[in-house]
């Protein structure tokens, strides 16, 4: 039997549903709009209603982001049966996708990653959110904020805070870190 529990994020807008099944193992998706629906036939279902305006999914959980009209405590219980149905039936989280090929990262790159997958992946996934690194350039490091951390508003703070505080002294090379606009 598949249970699934919610859990609030630091994102009042975005709440975070928790299967006791792996979703999508070792990977993410983040969708911000109607757009690529095709590649998670549970993000087109979701999208679909009304007050649904993002989705995340990664490993065991959804983070769901809603506009202003409704309240978590109306969604809570239809999204929890929801799910429960969904993934009890079998449905396809999301479609297999072509790999791509990683391009040749530089050694600062790869201590750059291996920093953000060790020490601020697991906090950033714990409120439903997730952290990409996108570059290295010129000494600014660019991220990509996903699922309940994009738009949060602690998002900034943790950022320059807690990710740029890190990387600037464990990467000397490193001087700033940026956003990336999703």
């Known amino acids: 039997m598949v249970t699934i529990y919610a859990e609030a994020t630091p994102n009042p807008a975005s709440m975070k549903f928790v299967a ?16 690529d629906l095709e590649r998670s036939p549970l993000a087109k279902a979701l999208f679909d209603m009304p007050f649904v305006t993002g989705v995340f999914i ?7 982001t809603k506009n202003d009209d409704y309240e978590w405590f109306d969604l809570i219980p239809d999204l929890r049966s929801f799910f429960q149905e969904w993934i009890e039936q079998g449905k396809d989280i999301v479609n297999p996708e072509k790999a791509l ?13 291996q920093l953000l ?19 290295f350039h010129d000494g600014v490091v660019t991220v990509q904020m996903k699922g309940s951390c994009s738009g949060c508003p602690s998002s900034t703070m943790t950022l320059k805070a807690g990710i740029e505080n890190l990387l600037k002294r464990m990467v000397p090379e490193v001087k700033a870190v940026e956003a990336e606009a999703v």
């Open 58 to 64: 990664m490993n065991n959980f959804v983070s769901i």
């Open 20 to 35: 006791n099944k792996m979703l999508l193992p070792n990977d993410s998706a983040d969708f911000r709009n109607s757009a």
């Open 101 to 113: 090929s990683a391009e040749e990262e530089t050694e600062i790159e790869r201590k750059i990653r």
């Open 117 to 135: 997958d060790d020490h601020v992946k697991p906090a950033v996934e714990m409120d439903g959110g997730a952290i990409d690194f996108k570059s």
